[in-house]
Structure formats: C-alpha cells, structure tokens
C-alpha cells in the first residue's frame, strides 16, 4: 500500500515542472526597521532562557522514586513512539523534497544553491514541529510525577503552579523558536529566496503538524478507550497498575494531548504568520486603473509592524503569567481547598487585556501619524489595533463559551450527569450530542461577531493601501487569536501533566510502600495525607479537561479564519492566469461552485469516519489482549507489567500508523484531484467555469470543518467531565452511574482528541498545498490534460476511502 502511495504521489511531481507561480518579492527593510527587528532575536533568546528556566525549576521538584520510575517509564514508551513518528516524517520530506526541487530548480531556474537552501527549510520547518513536540513531551513527563508528589503536601497552589510553569515553558519556548526562525528568513535570507524560504518553512511545519496531530490522536484514544473500558468490565479502579492499557493511556496522554498541540499551535504560528507575509507582498499596493502596483515602501512598514506585534506578544505573555503568579499567591497561599479554574481562567484574561493595550501603545509608534502609512491615513493605528483586538479578545471570549459546555460546572456536564443517572448511558449520549451541537451554533456566533467587527473596521481607510482589505482583516483576526500562543499552549498543556500525574500516583503504588509516610516525613519535611492528595488530583484534572478543550476552538479558528487569507492568493492566480475576475468565482449560480462546497463536505465526513474508524479498530485489538492479559489474581504482583504495557502501546502505534497510511494519501490525493478538474476549460471557449470548483472545495473543507470540529471536541469534553463530577463530586465510582459515564467518555475521546482536532492541520495542510495544486493544473501547458490526470487521482483518493474502512474493519 505505501508502495501505491508513493508511485501516485511520484506521478504527481513531474507536474510540477509546468507550474508557473509568481515569487513572492519581500521588500528591503530600511535601517531603522532592522534595527528594531534585531531586538526580536534579543527577546526571543531571553524568552527561550525564561522556557529553560521553567523548565529546570520543575525538573528540580522533588519527588517519590516509586514515582519517577513511573514517568520514566511513559517517557521511555513516548521516545519509542516519537522515533517511529520520526520515520514516517521522513517519508513525507522525500515527498516534499523531490516536490520543491522540480519545481523551483526547473521550473524556476533558482540553480542548485537555491533549491538547497528551500529544502533546508522546508527541514527546519519539520523539524521546528517535531522539536517542539519532543521538547513539551519531556517536559510534561518531569511534571506528572512532580505534581503527584506535590498532591500529598495539601498545598493545592502548588499542584496549580507545577504543571502551568511546565506549560508556560513550552508555550514560550514554541513561539520563540518559531519567531527566531521567521526573523531569519525576513531579514537574513537573500531577498530573491526569502519568499521560497517562507513557503518551504510552512508546507515543513504543516507536513510535520499533519503527522503528529492525526497519529497521535489515533493513537491516544486506542489507549484510553482500552484502558477506560477495563474499569466497566473488570470492575477495578482509575489506573490499576494490572491494567496493561494504563501506562500506554499515561503514553497516549502526551502523544495526543502534548505531542499534537505541541506541534499544531508551531505549525498554526507560522503558517499564519507566512499567509499574512505572502498577503503583505501580494496585496499591499494602489491601483492604476485596472493595474496593481505594489508599494514596497508600505509592505516594508507592515511586515515591521506585524514582526514588532508577534515580538510584543512574547512580552505580555510572560508579565501576564507574573501577574498572575503573584495574584494568585495573595489569594491561594493559603487556601485549604481551590477551585484550579479561577487562576487559569484569570491568566487568560489579563493576558488578553494586557495584550490589547499593547497592540494599541506599539501600533500607534508604528503605523501611527508619523510613520509613511500614517501620514496617508492618521486613523490607520487605530483601525489596525481595533481588528488585532478582535483575535486577542476572541482568545480570552471563546474559552468562555467552551466552559459553558465543558466546565464541570456547566449546566449542560450536569445534565449528561442527571440524565445518565436515569437513563444510562443512551441518555449521557444524547445529552453530549446536544451540548456539541449547541456549542458549535454559539461558537460560530462568536466567530461572526469578531469578524464582522473586524470587517467594520477595515472599510475605515484600510483599502487605501491594498487590495482587498477584508481579507487581510480576517487574517489579522486569526494572527490575534495567536497574539496570546504562549499562554494558550501552556493552559492546553496543563492537561496532559495533571492527568498523567493522576495515573502516576496510582501506577506507584506509593500506598503500598512499606513505612512510606514515615519516610516522606523524615526525607522531605511533612507529613502525606494520601486521601486529600486523590481528591486535588481528581479535582485538578477536571481543570486540565475544561481548559485541554478551551484550546482547541482557538487553533481551529485561527485555521479556519487564516485559511481565507492563504485562499486569496489562490484567487489571485486563477486571476492572473486565466483572467477569471474574483467577485465571479464563487458565483452561486455557477455550477462548479455548489459541487465545490458539497465535496468539501464530503471529504470532512469521510476524514471524521476514517480517523475514529483506526481508533474504533485499534481500540478493539487492544481490549481484546488487555482482556486476555490482565491478570487480577488477589496473589498476583500489582505491579505494572512493562512487557505487557508494550504491547498495547505496539497496537497502539501500529494502528496509528495504519490510519495515516490510509488518510494522509487520500487528503493529498483529493487536493491534486479536485485542483486539476478545476482547469478544465469550457469546450474551448475560454471560459473557465469550474476554476470556481476547488476554491469552493477549500472553504467547503474551512466551514465545514469548523463546525464539525467544535461540535466534536465540546460534546468530548462535556461527556469526559460528565464522568469527572460523577468521580470527584459525587464519590460515585464503581456504581451503574459511573459506568454509564464512562461509556459517554469513551464516546467522546475519538470524538475530542483524534478527529475534532486534526481539522486543524488537515484544513492548513489542503489549503497551502492545494495553491501549488491549481497552480499546476491552470498553467497552459498542463490544462489540456489537466482533468483527465485529476480523474486518476480522484480515483486514488477513492481507493484510499475505501481502505479507511474496508481494510480497518474489525474482524
């Protein structure tokens, strides 16, 4: 089967040569704007040294030995996991490689120096996104068990503190590393390569964002689904280290819920940032009548501007987290008890309104009445900090209504609640089903309202210095949403450590040790209280829920609203090209244009089916051995058996790497497909109907993905917590209740971890590769043949549909 995917994805890169894509011409910074740049690379380092020292204060935590041989343990498992990941990525670098070598060396004539300095970073690209995600997977593996031997100190500040300083180190780490890689492009790269730099840096992020989200989302649910469903049929409790399904569900926890964000929110960061900078360079210009011509002069201040506000962004969000810090020790020092919401839902906040005064402070010394662009239009900071605002508020405003719909505190996690302690688990279903739905309605007003507001905005003087203003609005949208990255990270990140570090304490049977209160006392100063230490992990992870599902919303967004900048330029080719005006193209009249939306719903559906499909499978072999193997003898070890948590954690990757054999060539074959039918030309006329055809696909895949998306990840993340009250608050495990709870939240782990949250990459990844595709199928040489090569690869796609199911049926 791979042999089939690489000989469809060979004939694709011949094609390539016929391409014909306009460079992207990044203007000289003058003096001064280099000059401020250069104190980006000076922030960055020292944001990169507040991530180490984070990173070092955790690890210098103590803790129990019982303890962290555990997390050695998931570590060890999580390397072997990566390093197959790691392979795979290869596969797609050959891919990608002998992609970019056809098209820039040939086509483009960049000679081989050219082509070699696109391809290394289209590496570094790669391996931004597997760095980063190594880096938040041994950095969450020293919380967990720092944090549950925190728990037995009742210092409920403390276990809020371990794991958001782990996650503040990732999140701060990740932008920074990103930003210092961007900064290097803009101002160090040869200006007639920096453009090929950007692209090839971004298709790195996304291929290597792509891979990690969907396997590790496959991966995660098999292990938790397996684990989870031991408790309903053995009876035994949370993480019983018996249960080989638990140390390969504490190793899904980071491949899934570290490894995927990790690399998600770098590859979001930076395929933004390189949308806004291909926007800058294509758009930013007047109009002499029907002629562009661009104003290097004005993209230089914008690209300045946009650099400045990513740099600024670091800053508030490491102040934001000291604020915090110190707010939260007035308050909670001395707490007994502590709902870990508040503090969390507090650093969103300040940071979202501390961000925004900011944007307006640093806007109007950039843009303001004195800069070049402001002497044109003297409001233009303000109309610029007002749409930037509109993302930085979205940040704080969409992790509310997530809550409203996750938090245990919801109204609708206490209705699945009720209604599984009456109805079972039919009930905890449906009522899971109506918070997604509703949550996706309301969300999508959340969505409207800044956009619009941000659209409002841009009609204020902002088409005076390009083209299409709206479109660069709605990106900016998107690149404030990001503004607040570092603490978005860090608050999804708080979830894989406090549910790992409930798994740790559990695996370590620190209970069991003999004299091991008197020994806690004599070695570390206080005295263990075991029971309290369950509940605040309890407790602790149902904060890590809410705010694991806050997260989400947020990237799918950016990837949706960023996706309408990256589809301008797409617009922009088929304009250039075949001259096809872009206020026709989605003429809803046009034909092409309702086949368009109705595939891109349809590849979002079958892309939902094929990634539960590998979790439903994988999860039933892993059962089945779980089952055969789980020895719960009252004279047998309870230790944990590494061997046979092995090999759940084999099936776990082996069914991981099966889905993505299967889905990531019938994605790649569908853009290739869909894009060539779309230069077919009508009966020679030379009028290109169906050039309307794959971008309608694009926004199809956009829309439709956003909505199924957030439906999925809240009606998980409300059935994941349903169970959480059921545990934490009504001390009900083991009862009919919890059972039923229990099967609603294994319902929802596909549901919120593995298909909702591979929209993301899945959206950015069709859309930046698909403006390759059409640019391929449009270009003179090609269109003759253009739809019949696109019915072959439709054809391929739909192979590839099939075995998403008919080779990962449960036999």
């Known amino acids: ?48 040294v507040f991530g180490l020292y984070q990173f070092l204060k ?58 070699a300095l696109i391809l290394t970073w289209t590496v570094i690209g790669i391996l931004g996104s597997y760095g980063v995600a190594w880096f938040g997977i041994r950095m969450n593996t020293l919380a967990n068990s720092r944090m549950a031997f925190a728990s037995l100190e009742r210092k409920p500040l403390k276990l809020l503190n ?110 933004t940032g390189v949308a806004l900078v291909s926007f800058i360079v294509l758009a930013v210009g007047s109009l002499s009548g029907n002629k562009f011509l661009a104003n290097p002069d004005w993209q230089a201040t914008f690209l300045t501007w946009i650099f400045a506000m990513r740099i600024l962004m670091i800053i508030t969000s490491v102040v934001s987290f000291w604020i915090n810090g110190a707010l939260n020790k ?73 809550k409203l719909f996750t938090s245990p505190k919801s109204s609708h996690v206490q209705e699945v609640v009720k209604s599984s302690n009456e109805g079972g688990a039919s009930l905890t279903i449906l009522s899971g089903f ?12 959340v969505f409207v309202l800044l956009m619009l507001i941000a659209y409002l905005a841009s009609t204020f003087g902002l088409d005076q210095f390009m083209v299409y203003s709206s479109i660069f609005a709605f990106g900016l949208v998107a690149f404030g949403l990001l503004g607040m990255g570092p603490v978005t990270i860090a608050v999804d990140s708080y979830g894989p450590v406090t549910d790992n570090a409930q798994s740790v304490y559990e695996l370590s049977l620190i209970e069991d040790v003999p004299n091991v209160a008197e020994e806690i006392e004599k070695d570390f100063g206080f005295k263990p209280d075991f029971e309290k230490a369950k509940h605040f992990l309890e407790a602790n992870d149902g904060a890590g829920n809410t705010f694991k599902a806050t997260a989400k919303p947020v990237l799918i967004g950016t990837a949706v609203v960023g996706a309408t900048t990256m ?85 776990c990757t082996q069914y991981a790497q099966h889905g993505m054999w299967n889905i990531f060539p019938a994605v790649f074959c569908f853009a290739l497909a869909f894009a060539f039918i779309s230069g077919t030309e009508s009966s020679g006329s030379g009028q290109f109907a169906a050039a309307s055809f794959f971008v309608s696909y694009l926004i199809a895949i956009a829309v439709f993905g956003l909505y199924q998306a957030v439906f999925m990840a809240n009606a998980g993340g409300c059935w994941d917590n349903g169970k959480k009250v059921v545990e934490v608050d009504l001390k009900a495990k083991g009862t009919p209740l919890h059972d039923a709870t229990i099967v609603g939240d294994t319902v929802g782990d596909p549901f919120k971890d593995t298909s909702s949250v591979a929209m993301n990459p899945i959206i950015k990844f069709t859309t930046l590769f698909g403006l390759l595709a059409m640019e391929i199928a449009i270009s003179e040489a090609f269109r003759p043949v253009a739809p019949y090569v696109g019915g072959v690869f439709l054809v391929v796609a739909l192979y590839f549909v099939w075995r998403s199911f008919y080779k990962m049926r449960i036999k």
């Not at 089967?1 to 016929?18: E, G, R, Y």
């Not at 780490?173 to 453009?195: K, N, W």
């Not at 491949?255 to 995927?260: Q, Y």
């Not at 662009?373 to 605002?389: M, T, Y």
Request: aromatic letters at 10%; hydrophobic letters at 50%.
């Open 330 to 402: 007035v308050l909670y020092s001395q707490k007994e008890d502590l709902d870990f919401e508040k503090p969390l839902t507090n650093l969103v906040w300040i940071t979202s309104i501390l961000s925004i005064i900011v944007t307006f402070a640093a806007s109007y010394f950039l843009v303001g009445p004195a800069s070049n662009v402001g002497a044109i239009n003297p409001n233009l900071w303000v109309v610029l900090s007002v749409i930037i605002s509109c993302g930085t508020l979205g940040g704080a405003l969409i992790p509310e209504f997530t």
């Open 567 to 651: 589809i301008f330029s797409l617009i922009l080719v088929i304009k250039n090209v075949l001259g096809v005006a872009p206020e026709t193209i989605l003429n809803i009249l046009n034909p092409w244009t309702i086949l368009g939306f109705l595939c891109g719903g349809a590849v979002i559906y079958w892309f939902t089916g094929a990634s539960t499909q590998a979790v439903t499978t994988g999860a039933y072999r892993a059962v089945e051995y779980i089952k055969r193997n789980i020895n719960l003898d009252p004279g047998a070890e309870k230790k944990a058996s590494v061997g046979k948590s092995k090999e759940v954690v084999k099936i």
């Open 1 to 48: 089967m791979k042999k089939l995917f690489l000989l469809a994805a060979s004939l694709a890169f011949p094609m390539l040569t016929w391409a014909s894509e306009a460079d992207l011409k990044i203007p000289n910074l003058s003096p001064e704007q280099n000059h401020l740049l250069v104190w980006g690379f000076i922030i960055c380092i020292l944001g990169l």
């Open 162 to 271: 371990i794991p958001l300083h782990a996650g503040m180190s990732i999140g701060v780490v990740l932008v920074c590393v990103e930003l210092i890689m961007m900064l290097i492009i803009l101002m160090l790269m040869p200006r007639a390569l920096a453009g090929a730099c950007f692209i090839g840096f971004a298709i790195g992020e996304s291929l290597g964002a792509s891979a990690l989200r969907i396997a590790g989302g496959i991966f995660t649910k098999i292990a938790d689904i397996g684990s989870d469903l031991m408790k309903v049929v053995f009876k035994i409790g949370e993480d019983d280290p018996r249960n080989p399904g638990v140390i390969a569900d504490c190793t899904g926890d980071n491949a899934g819920d570290s490894v995927g964000p990790t690399a998600d929110g770098f590859e979001t960061y930076g395929v």
């Open 434 to 445: 109506v918070a997604g739905n509703f949550s996706a309605f309301w969300m999508g007003m």
């Open 58 to 115: 955790v690890k210098k935590l103590n803790a129990h030995k019982s303890m962290l041989d555990v997390s050695s343990v998931i570590f060890e498992t999580c390397k072997t996991y990566l390093l197959q990941q790691g392979k795979f990525l290869i596969w797609l670098f050959l891919i990608i490689a002998a992609c970019v070598t056809f098209y820039f060396g040939f086509l483009q004539d960049k000679g081989f120096g050219g082509v």
